[in-house]
Structures are given as structure tokens and as C-alpha cells.
């Protein structure tokens, strides 16, 4: 075994921070507020109650004021689901040549081994940062998270999405695969019914490879694009190359278009999709400087259950220590992550197809 292997916390912290990771569309786009950092278990934050405003009263000059209720608000409390990869790094992993060194090894054991550190804790932070992105998706898209796996019984965190903003599309006349279906008119309700329940009107619209392609294929579509041809923010109606999964494909009146065909993998290899074939999602985008307004995505991170970590808030907590038989070093990365829409009605999914 290499000497002097072992790497301080905050070492660790510093390189999981430095690795570089794909870009995110669901946490990029809609969890931009300064992440909530606990030291506790739970994640606890209050909900102001949003209504429109009552008028003030009309009164004489000289009868005296009446009091107002004061607007309330509620308390919403989440247990964060617990995340931890880890990692064996075995002795003969660092006496032999490693991929892409010379055919010699000019390498020493030592380089070795921190060259697979560095390689391991940027594994673990892309396993862990997939899971988060998974987490934002279902709670966009689905307005809840279900959360099970082995020796973790199943956990649904419902973050408390109005009925009516999980719509099926019915009748021949109105499902997209007839191109005489008024999209146009289905968006501008949708919007219309967000901002009532949630005070933000709809922003932005994902949908399914399979929903872009009937979209792309309606006749009020084509016919606006028609109209608007040459103008910068007409939907780009030619098939493109998706990178990360996802495309820009343009805007629609008030709305940005995105296709969204990533997938996701599980222990066991499985692919599951983000967005159904069937569906398509509306969401009211927060500000882009603060992460405010609209749907106001927030990262918490509930407290690290390690008691080297000393209750430490961070997003991710990297840990190594030896085994002696067999002999090795293990390493971990631990988060507790929970991703909440903090306006859960400023969003909504429709089943179009």
C-alpha cells in the first residue's frame, strides 16, 4: 500500500467541488435559488399562503379602524432521501500501468493512487448529481418523488400539486395526433389556470420526442410558423441533434419550446425515461438572477448522518478509510439531497397523445 494516501476532508471537498459535470436541465433550469444547507434530518420551510389581495375598506374619517387577519402560512416538512456510493481501491490497483499511461509505467504507485482518488470521487459525484437531476425531473414533472430502493422501504414526497393541473387530453378533436387540434388555445388555458393557482403563468414548454413530433406536424403550427418565417423565436421545426438529452427548439408566442428525450439508469442497467411518451410539461421559469418567482425550484440538503462529518451542511460529503483485511481503501460520497418546488402549481402536466 502506497504511504500517505489518505486525503483530508477538506481535500475531498475541494476536489468533488473542482470536477467538472454535465450540465443539468431540470436543476440548471428550474432550482437556481441559493441552496438550503440543514443540519438537521429534516427540511423544514414555511409556505406564505399566496392570494390576491382584498381591497381596502371604505370608512368615514371618524369611525375607528377595524383589524385584518394578518395572510397565514404554512409549515412544510421533508425528510430527505440519503445517498451514499462507494468505491474499493485495492493495492494491485496502483502497482500496475493504469489506461492511457505508458507502456513502461512511468507512473509512480503513489501518482497512481491519486489519480484513481480523483477518478473515483468524480464518479461518485456523477452518480450522486444523476440522482439529483432524477429527483428535479419528478418533481417538475410529476410534482412528487417517489422515493425506494433496497433496504429503503417506499417513501412518496408529495409536494402538494393541485388535481387540476394533471390533465388528459380527450375527444378526436383535441388529441394531438389530429393535426386540426387547437395547441394554441390548450397552452394559453393551461397558462391561465397556473396563474391562478400559483400567481405565475407558464413559461416554458417540455415535451416528449414523440409530443414534439405531433406538435411539429399540427396545421395551426405550421401555418403560424409559415407566417412568421425569418423571425428569430419561431420554433425551429426541422429535426435536430439533441445533446444531453435535451434541445432548444425554439419559442411559441410566450412560451420556450424544449424536447426532452433523456434517460436514466439504475443499479441494474435499466433505462427509465424522464417524460412519457404520452405527455408534455408547462412550467412557470423562475428569475434568472436569484432563482425567484415562478416555479422557485430549491436544493436542500438535510444533514450528513456521519459522525465525521460533525453535522457538517454540505451537498456532498466525501469520507475514505482502510480496511485491513482484505486490505484497501474505501471511499464514499454521501448527500441527502431533496429537490422542492417551492410553487408546486407552477407547473403542470398534460397527457396529449
Request: proline share 6%.
Amino acid at each position: 500500500m502506497p504511504e500517505n494516501v489518505y486525503y483530508s476532508t477538506a481535500e475531498m471537498v475541494e476536489t468533488i467541488r473542482t470536477v467538472r459535470t454535465p450540465r443539468r436541465f431540470f436543476l440548471d433550469t428550474f432550482f437556481r435559488a441559493e441552496p438550503y444547507l440543514s443540519t438537521k434530518e429534516e427540511i423544514v420551510f414555511d409556505e406564505i399562503l399566496e392570494d390576491l389581495p382584498t381591497m381596502a375598506p371604505f370608512v368615514s374619517p371618524v369611525v375607528q379602524a377595524k383589524p385584518q387577519r394578518r395572510s397565514g402560512f404554512n409549515v412544510k416538512t421533508f425528510r430527505p432521501a440519503y445517498l451514499k456510493p462507494k468505491h474499493f481501491l485495492k493495492p494491485g490497483d496502483f502497482i500496475r500501468r493504469g489506461a492511457g499511461e505508458d507502456l513502461l509505467g512511468d507512473l509512480t504507485p503513489q501518482a497512481r493512487m491519486d489519480n484513481a482518488m480523483v477518478d473515483t470521487l468524480s464518479t461518485q459525484r456523477r452518480q450522486i448529481e444523476e440522482r439529483w437531476e432524477w429527483m428535479a425531473a419528478r418533481a417538475i414533472i410529476d410534482g412528487k418523488v417517489i422515493v425506494q430502493g433496497e433496504d429503503y422501504p417506499r417513501v412518496e414526497i408529495d409536494f402538494g400539486r393541485s388535481p387540476d393541473n394533471e390533465i388528459v387530453v380527450t375527444g378526436a378533436g383535441n388529441i394531438w395526433s389530429n393535426s386540426a387540434s387547437d395547441i394554441a388555445a390548450m397552452f394559453e388555458d393551461w397558462s391561465v389556470q397556473m396563474l391562478e393557482l400559483s400567481g405565475h403563468a407558464g413559461t416554458d414548454v417540455i415535451l416528449s420526442p414523440e409530443a414534439w413530433g405531433f406538435f411539429r406536424q399540427n396545421a395551426g403550427v405550421r401555418a403560424e410558423a409559415e407566417l412568421r418565417r425569418g423571425v428569430t423565436n419561431t420554433p425551429n421545426l426541422q429535426a435536430q441533434v439533441a445533446m444531453e438529452g435535451v434541445r432548444y427548439a425554439g419559442e411559441w408566442g410566450e412560451f420556450r419550446l424544449w424536447v426532452y428525450a433523456g434517460r436514466f439508469k439504475d443499479q441494474d442497467g435499466n433505462l427509465s425515461r424522464a417524460i412519457a411518451a404520452n405527455d408534455i410539461v408547462m412550467v412557470a421559469r423562475p428569475s434568472e438572477d436569484d432563482g425567484t418567482g415562478g416555479v422557485h425550484g430549491l436544493r436542500c440538503f438535510g444533514a450528513i448522518q456521519d459522525k465525521s462529518a460533525n453535522l457538517m451542511p454540505l451537498d456532498i460529503f466525501p469520507k475514505m478509510w482502510e480496511e485491513e483485511d482484505p486490505s484497501g481503501l474505501q471511499v464514499m460520497s454521501q448527500s441527502a439531497p431533496l429537490f422542492v418546488p417551492g410553487r408546486p402549481n407552477a407547473t403542470l402536466k398534460a397527457t396529449v397523445i
